[in-house]
């Protein structure tokens, strides 16, 4: 993927040279070529065009830090050797890089365009509205860094930086201190946006979401390793997350799997997306993550190579399911399991939709994909390539027809590029980062509203499911891993849990199942073909010599890249403390 420093990035943003992207009427953009700063944001629209590319181009060299990070390394995806499966990435990791320089750009592109947007000739609504929505998306570029690399530093102006020439030596600043400049920063952006924005854009209740999001995180700093969490703090993340569940207007999706759908990529369940477009004119508006996490002959354009990968055998198992089960007998009645990982037996009406199945259905038949290479579809890999039995489903957005017909944008698909959007942040979370406030240190709740959140999220997966008496945080830490796997979420669980309870964050990723199966190509293909389920025991096992990942607490805080400490040698030196609040203005 391309390669941004963030520096670099914003040095070209000081000279006012701006690139937007499109993303159907949503993301409309200005001119094909480049435009001026100085010559631009004259009326509303232009306001509205000249942010819109926040929405994507400047996260693309995120994506696949996003599963690396957030899914591989907290065991919830097998990813072959890499260093993210055994916790030992290191700071010339190419990804990690990429993931890096990403985020920067974010900061850099977000605090140009606000300041652009201060003089622009138009109505004040819509400046603050658009002026929010940069200081939003600079929010949550900084609240994946500080999770990620812990200790940052500060960017909080650009141009100012370049002015006085501070941009080569700034410092890393204490995390509590990063914590309390994005609260800062959402403060403002929830000054700016309106109540209830048009659907995909971000607006008061989305960033009052990623508010509670933080001071959930926040009050694990507090604690300094007493493991007692800022009762200030849970407070606080409770207060948000209960204005947006009762004061929003959303709700969720009635059908788990329709949220990762083309034809919902404005949904209103999602409160911070990325909105991406299959538009091949402009390289980093586009998703490219079926690529990475699809299997071979997905779709036309020769660009899938993740059937080598897959869902862990980990997170099979929280889910209840194992690839050793008869898929004619197994029970499961949770409906996010098949909305995240493909398993034997399984059929899906909203891939390939274009196409039928030996058994008359209009969809995508997992088992005939695999071993069905002539008659169906444009040719799948005519084996079982996945090591734990199961592949990917979300982010995935089928074949050809498929995008043409439900993307929001009208643009057909090719060789990596898609319109799919990625949810970010979603309602659910906020459900059950309430849940988990009003829990707090005690363990358990009884508090009505606390389960009544929990179990808005679980009724929808699990529709037997009965409303509890109480929930514990075994119960909402559990629930978190099976609503958000696969969205770039688990790992910062395991990050904020850290900040508090380092020994159980250490102690449930050494005993996880990371490893790889033996024999599930012959159990599927035997099953394909006679539709007999026979297993082997002596053949068909999980990898019981799987060794552990090393974890330590020095897992829990990823290594700054090695360019980046080039350029700036006091990135290697202890952080300093910043009051932020007096310190920085917006």
């Known amino acids: 993927m391309k390669r941004l420093k963030y520096l670099y990035t914003a040095c070209l943003l000081a000279a006012g040279t701006l690139v937007a992207s499109s993303c159907d009427d949503f993301l409309d953009r200005p001119a094909e070529d480049s435009y001026n700063a100085g010559t631009f944001y004259k009326d509303d629209s232009q306001c509205v065009q000249g942010v819109n590319y926040l929405y994507n181009s400047p996260w693309y060299d995120f994506q696949r830090g996003f599963i690396k990070v957030g899914e591989v390394m907290s065991g919830n995806y097998y990813w072959g050797s890499s260093p993210y499966m055994t916790l030992t990435v290191n700071s010339t990791d190419a990804d990690l890089t990429s993931m890096s320089n990403s985020l920067w750009s974010v900061i850099g592109h977000a605090n140009t365009v606000y300041n652009n947007l201060k003089g622009a000739s138009a109505s004040q609504a819509v400046k603050n509205q658009c002026m929010g929505e940069c200081l939003a998306w600079k ?3 900084y609240f994946f860094l500080v999770r990620s690399f812990g200790d940052v530093p500060i960017i909080h102006d650009n141009s100012a930086m370049l002015a006085d020439g501070s941009y080569s030596n700034v410092s890393r600043v204490e995390k509590a201190d990063v914590y309390d400049y994005i609260i800062m920063t959402l ?32 009050s694990g700093v507090k604690a300094n390793g007493n493991g ?13 997350a209960k204005d947006v569940i ?71 198992a929280a889910f209840g399911v194992s690839p050793l089960e008869d898929p004619a007998t197994r029970t499961e009645v949770d409906a996010r399991r098949k909305a995240t990982m493909m398993m034997a037996g399984d059929f899906y009406d909203y891939f390939w939709t274009d196409k039928t199945d030996r058994q ?44 043409k017909t439900y993307a929001v944008d009208g643009i057909s698909a090719s060789n990596m590029h898609s319109s799919l959007a990625t949810p970010v942040l979603r309602l659910s979370d906020v459900y059950l980062v309430y849940a988990e406030a009003v829990i707090g240190n005690n363990g358990s709740t009884a508090d009505a509203s606390a389960i009544d959140a929990y179990y808005k999220v679980r009724s929808r997966a699990v529709r037997s499911a009965a409303r509890p008496a109480s929930i514990t945080w075994e119960d909402v830490w559990k629930e978190r891993r099976l609503e958000l796997a696969m969205e770039g979420d688990r790992w910062y669980d395991f990050v904020r849990r850290s900040y508090y309870d380092m020994a159980g964050s250490i102690r449930e990723l050494k005993q996880q199942k990371r490893g790889a ?70």
Request: aromatic letters at 14%.
């Open 187 to 218: 403060e403002k952006a929830m000054e700016l946006l309106p109540r209830k924005g048009n659907p995909g854009r971000i607006d008061y209740y989305a960033a009052e979401g990623l508010l509670a999001k933080v001071y959930l995180y926040r």
């Open 517 to 586: 199966y033996y024999g599930l190509n012959t159990l599927y293909k035997n099953y394909y073909e006679s539709k007999a389920w026979n297993v082997d025991p002596s053949t068909m096992h999980y990898a019981t010599e799987t060794q552990a990942p090393n974890v330590s607490e020095q897992s829990f805080t990823l290594p700054f890249p090695s360019q980046d400490i080039v350029f700036n040698g006091n990135l290697q030196k202890g952080s300093v403390h910043v009051d932020v609040r007096s310190t920085y203005a917006y």
């Open 139 to 141: 929010a949550m570029a």
């Open 246 to 316: 009762d004061n929003s207007g959303r709700t969720l999706m009635p059908n788990y799997s329709d949220v990762f759908r083309l034809q919902n990529a404005l949904n209103r369940e999602c409160l911070f997306s990325w909105l991406w477009t299959a538009d091949t004119s402009i390289w980093t508006v586009q998703n490219t993550l079926q690529s990475d996490l699809a299997m071979q002959g997905f779709d036309e354009f020769g660009d899938c190579w993740g059937g080598y990968n897959g869902p862990s055998a980990d997170l099979q």
């Open 360 to 403: 008359g259905r209009k969809g995508f038949n997992f088992l005939q994909f695999l071993y069905d290479s002539n008659g169906y579809g444009s040719g799948g890999p005519g084996t079982l390539q996945s090591a734990t039995g199961a592949n990917c489903v979300k982010h995935l957005y089928g074949d050809a027809y498929d995008h």
């Open 228 to 240: 007692q969490r800022d009762a200030a703090d849970l407070q606080k993340a409770a207060q948000y």
